[in-house]
Structures are given as C-alpha cells and as structure tokens.
C-alpha cells in the first residue's frame, strides 16, 4: 500500500506536524515584501536586466497576466479579485493592461524571448473571444513567443463552452486549468460556486477532441464545507474516471479574519483534522492507483506528464504558480495585483484597480511593494527550493555555489532536523539532506527549518491590518 499521512504518520507525530507554514511559491515569502521596494527600484530592476540582455545575458522570461473579473464570489476564495457581472469593465482594464505590457517592453528592449505565459484570476475566461485576442496580441507585439512555449490558462467551466476552448487553442495555449473544487452538490452550494460535474465532463471532453493542450490540470479543494470523507470519494472517483494530466489539491485554509468571502462560510459546517486527513489520506492512494505520481505541495501528475518526469529526475522548479518543469525564468507579473520576480527581487503591483490604473495611466509601473534579495536571502532561497524541488540538500552544491559551509552555518537548523529525523521525514548525513517519502507530505515543515523570517514576529501583510497566517501544512 502507497505510503499517506494518515497510513505513516501516528497521532502523536500528527500532532506535532499540526502546524501552519508558507506553500513557498517564492523565498523569502510574499507577506515580507515592504514599501521600501517600490517603482523606483523596480525601473532599476528593469534596466540591469536590458543591460544583461543587451549582452545575450539575460535568462528567458515568464509572463503572468491577471484577469481581476469574476461574475460571482466563491466563498472559499482568497484571491486578489473583483466581483462583477459587467463585462463592460474589462475594456479599461485591458487598455491599461496593454499599456503595461508595452512599458515592460520599452523598458527591457523588444522581442524578449518569452517561454512561459501564464493567465490567472479572478478569471481569465470572464474575458470575451475578442478580449483575449486582443491582450494576445498586445503580448505578441511586445515580445517574442518561442515556439515550444508553455501557454497556460485558468479555466472557469461556467464560462467555458467548447467553442471557447477552440478559440483558446487557435490564439496559441496549449494548457488548461479547470477549477473544480468539489463535484457534490451540497458543498457547491456551500461555497457558492455551483457547476454541475457533466458541464466539466463535456468541457474536457472537448478539449481533448480540439487535440491542441498538451496538458489539462484540474483543480481540488479538500476542507470545504459540507464535505465528508464518502462525499469526497465519489469526487475523487469522478476525477480519476476524467484523468486529467495533473491535479492540484488544495487544503482548504479558513482565515475568514484576512479573506472577507469565508464570512460567509459556516464554521460549524467545516470537517476536522480528521476529517481533513481522511480526504487527503484516501485522495492520495486513489490517485497513486490511478497513474498519478505526488509530486509534492498538493501537485499530483501521470507518470508521463513532464511534471512527474522532472520530479523523477531531479529537475523540478517552483514559481509563483507551483511547480513547474521550466528552470529560472525572470518573471514579469502584468495586472492589478501581479507579482513578479525580476534577478534577485521581487515586485507586486497595486491591489486596487484605481491605484493600479492611476500608476499606468501616469506612465509609471504600478509597483508598491516588493524586496531586493540579500546575500543571507539567496543561500536561503536556494536551499529552501532545493528541499520544495528536489527534496534534497547537498552540502557540496552550497559550498560550490555559495562558499558556505552548511554544517558550520547552519548548526541550530540540522539540529531541529534531527528531531524530524528521528520521525522517519528526512535522512541527514555527512553530504546532505534528504527528504523522505513520508517527509515529502509535509516538505514545506521541513523548508520552514530554514526561513529565517519565521523567526521574526509574523509581518502584518500589505494592509498592515492583521498578523499574517497561513495555512496548514496538512
Ligand atoms: S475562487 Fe476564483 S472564480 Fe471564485 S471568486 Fe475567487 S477568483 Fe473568482
């Protein structure tokens, strides 16, 4: 039997394992970004990368865009979103958008190459056909699209149709990522977001037959209200029956104090720790019988998928988005919201559509907080990744590349892993650490080992309003 959590971990490690910690899309983590990074920094940013491209220097981009809209809020959401049922807004929105882009390519030089692009939300697909076309195109005369690009997209199926998805394969994507959440209609009604399971079934269907996405990820969240460990089975058993390439299952997390919508969410009507693990637990051993491989952090992937190959061979990276196949990119986050991640910092644009439009419309970059990476940053992020991506830790590869010694630099931190040791979640020795396969449940605990920020009094995020916290590790 598949090694889970609930098959490999006793009630007393549970216990201790029962924590909250960062997903670590990025090192140091989002909720670190301070004012003192701001649209200044940002230019300059931007021109040391024009004069390593200048050179044949700089590494390819990546392309996030993001789409704000969304017709109505799902309850569980903790997005940067706007909820309207006027799609009229999206003119504005794309006239700044495109104003954007064309900074960035002002700023770094035309025809960057570009190898991955990503559209996130809110939701893309609340864009119209032509919309889409025309943001394309704005992207397309700024940079240069490689042919092999991943081209990505979330896909909301109550504002799909297949002829939408052909228009999406014509413009040039080649994934789709469909949110499912929960296919039972209880817990749809729960969350607000209710989309029957055969209007999914008939949009991946159609995709398939279009015959142009490489990939198709479906998205899952366990926690949810109303949902129990049966009900999520038959899920489960709907989703494997789908066989999408990859799957990404999220635990749900209940900050109601930092996201508005989970308000609205019944308290009394989420499932426990127990509950929880019982529908991680089963979800993992159905989807390992399915064909799919753990890649690690909620990302399940068929053997065959690219995802899974890196992750077998050892060539894993992670960005904001999750894992990925594509190694180090400079990534450029477009739109209200954005983050992205330029050499050695990071940037965020305005949260609020009117400071975002202000910015753009003064031919500023809408930057208001972000972070410059210090030397004490970079080891840490290169190790805090290393374990995200490979699981592993090699002292040599730190020496080499930082001049660090990680025994004699980092004493008190193989300390504390030696008590994760002893639990059976990594191995340590005299060349490394490596993550085990029970350890790779809760890998994030074992980066957390490593960030120096969690050792500091928690920030109070960008509205300065709460401390922030994040969600479980299982
Ligand atoms: S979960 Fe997605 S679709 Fe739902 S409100 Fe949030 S951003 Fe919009």
Same mark, same amino acid.
């Given at each position: #039997?598949?090694?889970?959590?609930?098959?490999?971990?006793?009630?007393?490690?549970? +216990?201790?394992?029962?924590?909250?910690?960062?997903?670590?899309?990025?090192?140091?983590?989002?909720?670190?970004?301070?004012?003192?990074?701001?649209?200044?920094?940002?230019?300059?940013?931007?021109?040391?990368?024009?004069?390593?491209?200048?050179?044949?220097?700089? !590494?390819?981009?990546?392309?996030?865009?993001?789409?704000?809209?969304?017709?109505?809020?799902?309850?569980?959401?903790?997005?940067?979103?706007?909820?309207?049922?006027?799609?009229?807004?999206?003119?504005?929105?794309?006239? =700044?958008?495109?104003?954007?882009?064309?900074?960035?390519?002002?700023?770094?030089?035309?025809?960057?190459?570009?190898?991955?692009?990503?559209?996130?939300?809110?939701?893309?697909?609340?864009?119209? %056909?032509?919309?889409?076309?025309?943001?394309?195109?704005? #992207?397309?005369?700024?940079?240069?699209?490689?042919?092999?690009?991943?081209?990505?997209?979330?896909?909301?199926?109550?504002?799909?149709?297949?002829?939408?998805?052909?228009?999406?394969?014509?413009?040039?994507?080649?994934?789709?990522?469909?949110?499912?959440?929960?296919? %039972? !209609?209880?817990?749809?009604?729960?969350?607000?977001?209710?989309?029957?399971?055969?209007?999914?079934?008939?949009?991946?269907?159609?995709?398939?037959? *279009?015959?142009?996405?490489?990939?198709?990820?479906?998205?899952?969240?366990?926690?949810?209200?109303?949902?129990?460990?049966?009900?999520?089975?038959?899920? *489960?058993?709907?989703?494997?029956? @789908? &066989?999408?390439?990859?799957?990404?299952?999220?635990?749900?997390?209940?900050?109601?104090?930092?996201?508005?919508?989970?308000?609205?969410?019944?308290?009394?009507?989420?499932?426990?720790?127990?509950?929880?693990?019982? =529908?991680?637990?089963?979800?993992?051993?159905?989807?390992?019988?399915?064909?799919? %491989?753990?890649?690690? #952090? /909620?990302?399940?992937?068929?053997?065959?998928?690219?995802?899974?190959?890196?992750?077998?061979?050892?060539? @894993?990276?992670?960005?904001?988005?999750?894992?990925?196949?594509?190694?180090?990119?400079?990534?450029?986050?477009?739109?209200?919201?954005?983050?992205?991640?330029?050499?050695?910092?990071?940037?965020?644009?305005?949260?609020?559509? /009117?400071?975002?439009?202000?910015?753009?419309?003064?031919?500023?970059?809408?930057?208001?907080?972000?972070?410059?990476?210090?030397?004490?940053?970079?080891?840490?992020? &290169?190790?805090?990744?290393?374990?995200?991506?490979?699981?592993?830790?090699?002292?040599?590869?730190?020496?080499?590349?930082?001049?660090?010694?990680?025994?004699?630099?980092?004493?008190?931190?193989?300390?504390?892993?030696?008590? =994760?040791?002893? /639990?059976?979640?990594?191995?340590? /020795?005299?060349?490394?650490?490596?993550?085990?396969?029970?350890?790779?449940?809760?890998? +994030?605990?074992?980066? =957390?080992?490593?960030?120096?920020?969690?050792?500091?009094? !928690?920030?109070?995020?960008?509205?300065?309003?709460?401390?922030?916290?994040?969600?479980?590790?299982?």
């Amino acid at each position: #039997m598949k090694a889970t959590p609930h098959t490999v971990f006793t009630p007393e490690l549970l +216990r201790r394992l029962d924590t909250s910690g960062p997903r670590y899309t990025s090192y140091p983590t989002a909720d670190r970004f301070h004012e003192r990074f701001g649209e200044l920094q940002y230019r300059q940013t931007l021109a040391a990368r024009a004069e390593l491209a200048r050179h044949r220097a700089a !590494p390819p981009l990546a392309l996030y865009l993001h789409i704000p809209f969304c017709e109505s809020v799902c309850y569980y959401c903790a997005c940067n979103k706007v909820i309207t049922k006027h799609h009229d807004r999206a003119t504005e929105y794309l006239d =700044m958008l495109g104003r954007e882009i064309e900074m960035h390519a002002q700023a770094l030089g035309t025809r960057q190459r570009v190898t991955q692009l990503h559209f996130g939300g809110g939701t893309p697909t609340f864009l119209s %056909d032509a919309e889409l076309s025309r943001v394309w195109a704005a #992207m397309a005369r700024a940079f240069e699209l490689v042919p092999d690009a991943e081209c990505s997209i979330e896909v909301d199926p109550r504002t799909a149709t297949p002829e939408r998805l052909a228009h999406l394969a014509a413009l040039g994507f080649n994934r789709l990522s469909f949110g499912v959440q929960d296919f %039972d !209609p209880e817990v749809q009604q729960a969350v607000h977001r209710v989309q029957p399971a055969e209007q999914v079934q008939a949009l991946m269907a159609a995709a398939r037959a *279009i015959g142009k996405f490489d990939s198709i990820n479906v998205d899952l969240i366990y926690g949810l209200p109303r949902q129990t460990p049966e009900r999520f089975a038959r899920t *489960i058993e709907r989703v494997v029956a @789908l &066989a999408p390439d990859r799957i990404a299952l999220y635990g749900y997390a209940h900050l109601p104090e930092r996201f508005k919508p989970q308000r609205r969410i019944d308290v009394a009507e989420l499932p426990d720790g127990a509950g929880r693990l019982a =529908m991680l637990g089963h979800a993992i051993e159905a989807f390992g019988a399915g064909g799919y %491989d753990y890649i690690g #952090m /909620d990302h399940f992937a068929k053997r065959h998928d690219p995802l899974a190959v890196a992750k077998r061979e050892g060539k @894993l990276h992670r960005n904001f988005q999750g894992y990925t196949t594509q190694p180090e990119c400079d990534l450029l986050g477009l739109g209200v919201s954005a983050i992205g991640r330029v050499g050695a910092t990071h940037a965020q644009n305005a949260k609020t559509l /009117d400071a975002y439009y202000a910015a753009i419309r003064d031919g500023r970059f809408a930057t208001v907080r972000g972070l410059a990476l210090d030397a004490d940053d970079l080891l840490r992020r &290169a190790i805090v990744m290393g374990l995200m991506c490979r699981g592993r830790l090699d002292f040599a590869a730190i020496r080499a590349e930082f001049g660090v010694d990680v025994p004699a630099h980092f004493g008190a931190e193989l300390q504390r892993l030696g008590a =994760m040791a002893e /639990d059976g979640l990594v191995r340590v /020795d005299a060349d490394g650490v490596d993550v085990t396969e029970a350890g790779w449940y809760v890998v +994030r605990a074992v980066a =957390m080992v490593f960030d120096r920020y969690l050792r500091q009094p !928690p920030s109070r995020g960008d509205d300065g309003a709460q401390p922030v916290r994040f969600s479980r590790v299982l």
